[in-house]
């Protein structure tokens, strides 16, 4: 098994990613690169790791708490974890791929939550980052999911503000207001009735 992500393209086409998983805390939104900074009680902080085993790709990641985290804190990291499973529980052979943004945006919706649109679920397999395009807010796309495809769900919830600053090491992008982000993520298998968890432990 071999920790890929040194294999994940730079958005902004500087090569690739430089370390072996992103760590992103507190207001960052995702692709935070690990450095010396020490973890504060009370901050949040979502690991994002893709494997490569066999000839295929594996892509998720979580958001964990530092110590004694606070109730808004808690919350967030709660209904962001909520909002990956209605994004999984829409999907099925036939199902449309706009259900999962509609399911995301309503459930983040009724605690006030902001769902980030710039970064989107994609088709992984033996390639890593391919069609489909996953969008976790509400949309319009059209297309439908068939049986047997593979893609990530991967929503950012912003307590905040759903713009991003990307910093000048072309990875790390925080919430333009300083406001904290979390992240969930699962690589799914679309099944005749559902959907299958490939990444669950």
């Known amino acids: ?16 990613f430089p370390k072996s998983v992103c760590t992103s805390v507190n207001e960052c939104m995702c692709h935070g690169i690990p450095d010396s900074r020490q973890l504060q009680n009370g901050d949040i902080i979502n690991i994002d790791v893709t494997v490569y085993l066999d000839g295929y790709h594996g892509d998720t990641s979580k958001t964990f708490f530092c110590g004694e985290v606070g109730d808004e804190l808690k919350n967030l990291v709660k209904v962001t974890e909520e ?5 999984i529980a829409a999907c099925k052979d036939g199902a449309l791929f706009r259900k999962i943004g509609k399911r995301i945006s309503e459930h983040a919706e009724k605690y006030g939550y902001g769902v980030v649109e710039r970064f989107v679920g994609h088709g992984v397999g033996t390639v890593f980052h391919s069609e489909p395009i996953i969008m976790h807010n509400r949309n319009e796309k059209a297309g439908r999911m068939i049986e047997g495809q593979t893609f990530t769900i991967e929503p950012i919830l912003s307590m905040g503000s759903i713009d991003s600053i990307t910093w000048p090491d072309n990875w790390t992008t925080i919430t333009a207001d300083g406001s904290p982000a979390a992240q969930f993520e699962h690589t799914i298998l679309i099944t005749k009735t559902g959907a299958e968890i490939l990444t669950k432990c």
């Open 1 to 16: 098994m071999i920790i890929d992500a040194g294999a994940y393209p730079s958005p902004l086409g500087y090569g690739g």
């Open 83 to 87: 909002c990956l499973e209605k994004g």
